[in-house]
């Protein structure tokens, strides 16, 4: 049996009565209630656009599913812009958005690249994705001033990638195929479900999580969501074969459970290993089976490719060098918000698309051009600084200051072989984004005032 798993508080949406505990001095309990409640239901319904209609060939014909994730983005752009208008007058929404300005400004110039783009439709697309992100991370930031209400979000959101993966999972055991974690549906030119990418990077973060939930935050909860959590997010990462989400997960969760453990556990763990060579050099004194072990473990890395493949990083050299030729053609303005070449057109690996660039910084430079890049540098380095004043803060800051810091070194190896956080929303996103809410939500309890700002106390 699954170890059930409770939320923190009382039910599912259910509020802090601590009257210590609020979100912000000048807002009242309906506009708190409102604004936790919109930032859960965007958790829940946001993973919804990760998801596509399986097909065997490439079709750009409208499906069922794009209505429902066109009705998501709206929802959520809309509901976003009412709920920051219901507390325009507070001063809580005007500290959140002091740090956040330069994402508003890098949103802005995504819009105005409307103009030149050759793909407008993709740009308006793309930006409108930005724009629901934007609007969920400054909402996170005003609920996440209340340290509780963070550590809520933190549990819908390590239950949503368990949901999303574990939906994922039943549709391989169904259709291997249909499920989109077999990797040869789309070299063929089909889809899946879901993209075994991103499928890979919700079970890597979807591990990571609730390790920097239960190691770093010490929250209760996180504890029972490791076993689900190793099971189906485990069992998906292997099937989709995602090196990078792999290699990130190794290297983050290994630096938490290594840092956080004692010196006796750690020289267990020395001497468990020892161990286990040990015992391989008697069993296995010519290391055949060891051969044959890593063979299969070679397989699964290299995904059959050559080491010429691998030395062009999966063909991303090919392409990386043609993203920058058209760079070169626009290197102010860029092609328009997530459009990387000056027709639209990118002819790479044998076909023609609107290829992304599989490399953030590359990506903003190729679409936004230098001031797109510069803005977007900015909006990060902004946010960054805001989330390192937590480190002055009391054991709850430094925890979430340290949890940031851990998702930063995820998200920096992520974005070297792939478009990250921005682009179409995923699960990824969300988490991303989450952590820009509370990073700056609690930075502003240590630049308000005394007397207006929330009690720090544990519960």
């Known amino acids: 049996m699954t170890p059930s798993i409770t939320a923190p508080t009382q039910s599912t949406f259910a509020l802090s009565h601590d009257d210590r505990s609020v979100v912000g001095s000048d807002l009242n309990a309906a506009q708190k209630r409102w604004l936790e409640r919109f930032a859960l239901i965007a958790i829940w319904l946001l993973p919804i656009m990760v998801f596509t209609m399986p097909t065997a060939k490439f079709t750009t014909a409208w499906q069922p599913l794009d209505t429902a994730k066109l009705l998501v983005l709206f929802l959520t752009c809309s509901g976003g812009a009412l709920s920051l208008a219901y507390v325009r007058s507070t001063h809580v929404l005007r500290r959140v958005l002091d740090p956040l300005t330069p994402f508003y400004l890098f949103l802005g110039w995504a819009l105005v690249s409307v103009l030149w783009s050759p793909l407008k439709s993709v740009t308006i697309a793309q930006s409108g994705g930005l724009v629901a992100m934007l609007f969920f991370a400054t909402i996170v930031a005003i609920v996440c001033t209340d340290i509780e209400r963070a550590k809520r979000l933190l549990f819908h959101l390590c239950s949503m990638m368990l949901v999303a993966n574990a939906v994922v999972l039943m549709a391989y055991v169904i259709n291997p195929e249909m499920s989109g974690l077999d990797r040869g549906r789309i070299h063929s030119g089909g889809d899946g479900l879901i993209h075994p990418t991103a499928a890979g990077a919700t079970a890597s973060l979807g591990l990571l999580l609730p390790v920097m939930c239960h190691w770093i935050g010490g929250y209760a909860?996180?504890?029972?969501?490791?076993?689900?959590?190793?099971?189906?997010?485990?069992?998906?990462?292997?099937?989709?074969?995602?090196?990078?989400?792999?290699?990130?997960?190794?290297?983050?969760?290994?630096?938490?459970?290594?840092?956080?453990?004692?010196?006796?556990?750690?020289?267990?763990?020395?001497?468990?290993?020892?161990?286990?060579?040990?015992?391989?050099?008697?069993?296995?004194?010519?290391?055949?089976?060891?051969?044959?072990?890593?063979?299969?473990?070679?397989?699964?890395?290299?995904?059959?490719?050559?080491?010429?493949?691998?030395?062009?990083?999966?063909?991303?050299?090919?392409?990386?060098?043609?993203?920058?030729?058209?760079?070169?053609?626009?290197?102010?303005?860029?092609?328009?918000?997530?459009?990387?070449?000056?027709?639209?057109?990118?002819?790479?690996?044998?076909?023609?698309?609107?290829?992304?660039?599989?490399?953030?910084?590359?990506?903003?430079?190729?679409?936004?051009?230098?001031?797109?890049?510069l803005l977007f540098a900015f909006a990060l380095l902004q946010v960054f600084v805001a989330s390192l004043t937590l480190g002055k803060g009391d054991a709850n800051q430094r925890h979430f200051l340290v949890m940031i810091l851990v998702t930063t070194i995820w998200f920096l190896g992520w974005s070297q072989l792939g478009d990250s956080f921005l682009g179409p929303i995923r699960p990824e996103s969300i988490l991303f984004f989450t952590f820009v809410g509370i990073g700056v939500g609690q930075s502003t309890r240590l630049l308000a005032p005394p007397g207006h700002h929330s009690s720090s106390a544990n519960p």
């Open 221 to 373: 909860w996180a504890k029972r969501f490791m076993l689900p959590c190793l099971v189906i997010h485990g069992a998906v990462l292997v099937l989709s074969n995602s090196r990078t989400a792999l290699a990130m997960g190794f290297v983050t969760i290994g630096a938490i459970l290594f840092w956080y453990s004692t010196n006796r556990q750690r020289a267990t763990t020395i001497f468990a290993g020892s161990m286990l060579l040990v015992a391989i050099m008697i069993l296995d004194p010519g290391f055949e089976m060891a051969s044959s072990t890593a063979d299969v473990g070679t397989q699964f890395v290299s995904r059959g490719q050559s080491g010429e493949q691998l030395k062009g990083v999966s063909g991303r050299g090919e392409l990386w060098a043609a993203v920058w030729n058209e760079y070169q053609k626009s290197m102010l303005l860029g092609h328009g918000y997530f459009v990387t070449s000056e027709t639209g057109q990118l002819h790479v690996w044998h076909e023609t698309h609107n290829y992304t660039a599989h490399n953030l910084a590359l990506q903003i430079l190729a679409s936004t051009g230098a001031i797109g890049f």
